[in-house]
């Protein structure tokens, strides 16, 4: 699952580089350690305490407890799982990439590392896709993404939970093989590294061009999803202007595209780059000046995408009313009652006529903003009761 879980020895996953064929390549630049260290750190601090404090509004002043809460909570535990590796990798860019545990603690963060990222990347598309079906869903897909629950051992669970709890369990399932399995010639010094992949370690390399096509394809759903949820109340915002609520119809619809945003920004570059390191790690080794480059734009772009965990709690700022008034509250309460701006930001989701998956919003507003005559819409027939 991880591309850079254990070492190798310079001179067996390059060519040798001098122009007199006497000095082994180095592929890690040493002007990157403290950038990288520096990055990490921040991103830890940053995630922590925003990942921490959205955990505790859900856990606790999150009154709601629909499908979309219990998607939250398991993303904001896999940013933390995730964010408890950094400080592994601050360390041993702080030691001149040195690593000082031995491979077996290597092969343990670097695959948590990965394996939390896209536990992260599969439960930010089903959110997607929650929004999605409430929107448009008739009959059992509304249901599915409501408070629906299936049986499972003889008892009736909520679906949201069963969903979380199979992916926890598959992630396992493909994470404990990779960290059992040892790479050829490791070296108990080296982590977090390029390396060609050896005959006996092939498959870790496929396995990562498989977790790409699936975040490439994650990546088009969500594309999908959003942007029908988008091009519809943008449509319910001009189609009705003079309605008190229809401003807030263009906000909530470009807020929808915020999660796309970070996969653009934090996921994209990263699974862009990655089939060009996999192709490098299955071909044996590279010449120098090629392997370096592979290994610095690929620090860069995993840099990028770890950056998610500290931004996916301004997310849940953009697209949940309670994640804001908490926040306010803990600021201090003068931001609720400093007159009409900060309260009419708190309150957006409430007096907002959107989808309950998207805002809790009062039904009457949706059929006046639909349609002329009053009838049952696809937007009128969602119950209230979303993500506040």
Known sequence: MSSTLSSLPPALFTAPAAANGSDACVVEDPALRLPLAAGYSLIFLLGLAGNLFALWVFLFLHSSRNSVRVLLIHCAVADLVLLACLPFRVAYHLNGNRWALGPAACSLVGNLFYMNMYVSITLLGLIGLHRYLRLRGRGRARSFAGSGSCACGGRRWPWSWVLCGGLWALSLAAAVPMIAAAEDHDTADKCF???????????????????VGFFWLVFA????CYACIGLRLLR????QPRLP??????????KSFVVLLLFAVCFAP????RPVYVHGQLHGPQPCQRARLLERVNE??????????????????LLSGSVRRAALRTLGGRFRSNGGGSNSSTTEGRRSSLPASLLNTPRASICVAMAGPPRRTELSALPPGGLQ
Not at 236 to 239: E, F, K, L, P
């Open 193 to 211: 590294h390029y390396r060609p992949r050896s005959h006996g370690a092939k498959a870790k390399a496929y396995f990562n061009a498989a977790l």
């Open 236 to 239: 319910a915002s001009r189609n």
């Open 270 to 273: 990263y699974h862009a780059f």
């Open 221 to 224: 759903a969500l594309a999908v």
């Open 300 to 317: 860069v772009m995993l840099l990028l995408s770890a950056l998610n965990s500290c931004l996916d709690p301004v997310m849940y700022f």
């Open 245 to 254: 609520n229809a401003q807030r119809y263009g906000r909530t619809a470009r």
